[in-house]
């Protein structure tokens, strides 16, 4: 569950960051100073996050690395192997459903402007 959580924060986080700093490219010479502030703001206050959000990642790396040797105490080899896919398969898994997710969210962004313009 833990792993859950802080794969979709990073996933989150890395997203917001990437929008902040597409806004930041996109203004133009004649935006205000205080929409420049507030941007870069943004920006210095999500790179925090995202780094916090790794030493939380690296902590639960480290539990996850420690209930797997307990594991490993009690499981056949078999098991174990099975066990040691589902962990490394499930933040991978996790990742690819965040991106289908942003791609259906912009699919449906995409129609919509479409049928818009009709």
């Not at 794969?7 to 960051?17: D, F, I, K």
């Not at 420049?36 to 943004?42: H, I, P, T």
């Not at 690296?58 to 080899?77: D, K, N």
């Amino acid at each position: 569950g833990d792993l859950d959580k802080v794969v979709n924060l990073l996933l989150s986080l890395s997203g917001r960051l990437a929008r902040v700093e597409t806004a930041l490219d996109s203004l133009g010479p004649h935006a205000s100073a205080e929409d420049k502030v507030a941007l870069r703001e943004k920006q210095r206050l999500l790179v925090a996050q995202l780094e916090d959000a790794k030493e939380l990642k690296e902590h639960v790396g480290r539990r996850e690395e420690a209930v797997g040797a307990m594991v490993a105490r009690y499981l056949p080899a078999e098991h174990l192997q099975d066990y040691q896919h589902f962990v490394k398969m499930k933040s991978a898994l996790i990742a690819e459903q965040r991106e289908l997710e942003e791609k259906i969210k912009l699919g449906q962004e995409q129609l919509r402007c479409l049928h818009e313009s009709l």
